[in-house]
């Protein structure tokens, strides 16, 4: 079986002056999306995976958004130079892991659109400039009302 997911980041205070965006595609061939750039509020970005589910198997994503293995996906925001911020002197991604989504949240989320699954993540990190690599520790993700 397999539909669409809806999903959103919430990255929190990311660091001032900044752009952030959701990476659509893979490799050289990417765009940044929903570009935002902070002024040190949360941010927010929603996009579609379309996911199957197989019996006793682990969920699989799919989609312009997803990267990664399949038993090892992963969705990008790309910062600073890496999101067409010209001049920055940033230029990293944060890798935010869909591992997690469990198939519970997955059917109860088709069963209900005003639901969505989230996560939050801080948006800064140790060096006070924009947290990037894996997301530690990740907190995981959530239904919410949306």
Same mark, same amino acid.
């Given at each position: 079986?397999?539909?669409?997911?809806?999903?959103?980041?919430?990255?929190?205070?990311? =660091?001032?002056?900044?752009? &952030?965006? !959701?990476? #659509?595609?893979? %490799?050289? #061939?990417?765009? +940044?999306?929903?570009?935002?750039?902070?002024?040190? #509020?949360?941010? &927010? &970005?929603? &996009?579609?995976?379309?996911?199957? !589910?197989?019996?006793?198997?682990?969920? *699989?994503?799919?989609?312009?958004?997803?990267?990664? +293995?399949?038993?090892?996906?992963? *969705?990008?925001?790309?910062?600073? +130079?890496?999101?067409?911020?010209?001049?920055? #002197? /940033?230029?990293?991604?944060?890798?935010?892991?869909?591992?997690?989504? =469990?198939?519970?949240?997955?059917?109860?989320?088709?069963?209900?659109?005003?639901?969505?699954?989230? =996560?939050?993540?801080? %948006? +800064?990190?140790?060096?006070?400039?924009?947290?990037?690599? =894996?997301?530690?520790?990740?907190? %995981? /993700?959530?239904?919410?009302?949306?």
């Amino acid at each position: 079986m397999e539909n669409e997911l809806r999903l959103r980041i919430i990255l929190e205070n990311p =660091t001032v002056g900044v752009d &952030f965006g !959701l990476q #659509k595609g893979s %490799g050289n #061939k990417y765009e +940044t999306v929903q570009k935002q750039l902070s002024i040190g #509020k949360n941010l &927010f &970005f929603e &996009f579609n995976a379309r996911v199957k !589910l197989a019996d006793n198997k682990s969920p *699989v994503f799919l989609g312009s958004f997803v990267q990664g +293995t399949p038993i090892d996906r992963f *969705v990008y925001i790309d910062i600073g +130079t890496y999101a067409g911020q010209k001049y920055s #002197k /940033w230029g990293r991604r944060l890798k935010i892991p869909l591992s997690g989504i =469990t198939p519970d949240m997955i059917q109860q989320s088709f069963s209900n659109p005003n639901l969505v699954i989230e =996560t939050s993540v801080s %948006g +800064t990190g140790k060096d006070g400039g924009p947290n990037c690599g =894996t997301v530690k520790p990740f907190s %995981g /993700w959530k239904l919410k009302v949306s």
